[in-house]
């Protein structure tokens, strides 16, 4: 591992324990980090994050899995595993799972490469209670949720206020939501490019990665230092390195 490397996958663990502090939901239980999400079992909404070089022992897995179990959800941890490599062993040992591993990826200002000049396709920041509405609809759909709630739409607003952004992509001319993505409240110049969906009749024309493109140029203006994002397939390397991404790292998942 280089020196920039370790720098950029240690800036990205901080932020990940950082924007957990901005959670209702947060909580410490040493050498962890968590959050619950009070309205929603959703695995990727709850789950721990170990401190950079955590060595665990069984007392502590079995005080997680608790913690879990009395708030009646799943037992999950999301960390870089390069960081905390003593971690994974304790855990396997005490029933968890490993999931395929997220590519992160990160751009500059001269990498991105994405077009958005696509045809029949208008972009806005999204602000108002009808647009962020139609943006969770876009994401939830995209990622197999069935309904779009008002939890989902303040979730997102309360984003735009602490200082993150949502984009939505419409066919020109209608309210129609062709895609969405957000990036999450910068902190200490780091900032997570995520949730990007793309309807299903829009997939293939280049949405998604001139999402991401938009909003990672849209937070380097705004003074964002390390923009980056998660992905979870080979072609979604494929696509977000088109747009001016490259990988730097990996994201481990583990549940139990």
Same mark, same amino acid.
């Given at each position: ?41 959703? &695995?990727?909404?709850?789950? %721990? ?21 009395? /708030? ?11 960081? %905390?490599?003593? !971690? ?24 991105? #490469? ?15 209670? #009808? ?10 759909? %995209? ?9 989902? !739409? ?55 990665? %001139? !999402? ?14 390390? &923009? ?27 549940? /139990?």
């Amino acid at each position: 591992m280089t020196i920039h490397t370790r720098t950029a996958l240690g800036r990205v663990s901080a932020y990940l324990r950082a924007r957990m502090g901005l959670q209702s939901g947060q909580m410490r239980l040493a050498p962890f980090t968590l959050t619950f999400d009070a309205a929603s079992a959703e &695995p990727s909404r709850n789950y %721990a994050t170990p401190d950079d070089g955590a060595a665990l022992d069984a007392s502590a897995v079995a005080a997680l899995i608790a913690s879990f179990e009395s /708030r009646q959800r799943t037992p999950r941890l999301e960390y870089i595993g390069e960081l %905390a490599p003593a !971690v994974l062993p304790c855990l396997l040992s005490a029933g968890f799972m490993a999931e395929p591993p997220l590519s992160l990826m990160t751009c500059t200002r001269t990498s991105l #490469a994405a077009d958005g000049d696509l045809a029949g396709v208008e972009w806005l920041l999204a602000e108002r209670e #009808a647009d962020l509405h139609a943006a969770a609809y876009v994401q939830n759909a %995209a990622y197999g949720v069935a309904e779009t709630t008002e939890t989902d !739409v303040e979730r997102l607003s309360l984003l735009v206020d602490q200082g993150g952004a949502v984009a939505l992509a419409r066919a020109c001319g209608s309210k129609s939501a062709l895609g969405a993505g957000l990036y999450s409240p910068p902190l200490d110049g780091v900032t997570e490019i995520a949730a990007i969906g793309v309807h299903a009749d829009a997939r293939g024309r280049g949405v998604g990665g %001139a !999402v991401a493109a938009l909003l990672a140029e849209h937070a380097l203006v705004q003074g964002v230092e390390f &923009p980056f994002l998660m992905t979870s397939r080979e072609n979604e390397d494929r696509v977000y390195g088109k747009a001016g991404f490259s990988r730097f790292g990996e994201l481990l998942g583990v549940m /139990r």
